[in-house]
């Protein structure tokens, strides 16, 4: 049994031509969840599959950079095709859905809104979701995915107060935040890199991706200032299309 978790979108704030915003299509033997959905994440799921094979999806926070492309995904669901494909289950903080109902009240014809908090958990795809409370200033939570003694977590945005510890715990693959650098000026509701690989030794991850970096960064030196605190985790960088398997 396996997860995998394919990189639709690594930039934090905007895309760029390279980079596109946050966005991750997480599969469990075949069935398909996608986690967060910004600007530019929309292209890029349509070279890894049919949009019409999605399962649920999973909004961190109403932030736009990682939501905004869950319009295209209503159009395609919803006018895509001569009848209109079933609703799926959308799954976010009830602010996230007030926000983007607000926006488009009829998101409800291609979306089962679901509300989850900090704490829940969910059964989907064979796996289970669970959610814990970021520090970021919407209404956000991070998702921890466990299937067959498998973990693959994801921060989404955070400050280092955020529940990391028990988001990561022995996680296989932890995808964190790493917004800034050593040298930038705190910024309340996110994380330096060295934060990022203090979080997951702490959590005793074994891999730490490291992602939302903003553009016009060195993704170099976060590279290096995260492998000074990340302990025994290994760190890479989230680039898009990367996949990451995990299990057997
Ligand atoms: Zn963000
Ligand atoms: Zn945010």
New binding site residues.
Partial sequence: MSLSLTVLGSSGMFGTLERACAGYLLESDGDRILIDCGAGTWRNLLEHIDYRSLAGVILS?R?PD?VSDLFQLFHARRYGQKESLPEIPLWAPAETLDRLCGFAKELDQAFVMRSVSPGDSIQQAGARFSFYSMA?PPDTVGVRIERDGVVVAYSS?TGPSGDLEALAADADVFVCEATLQDSDDEWEGHMTASQAGAAAAHAGAKRLVLTHLPPGRDPGLSLTQAHKTSGDSEVQLAVDGLRLEVGS
């Fill in positions: 926070h932030h990682h970021h945005d």
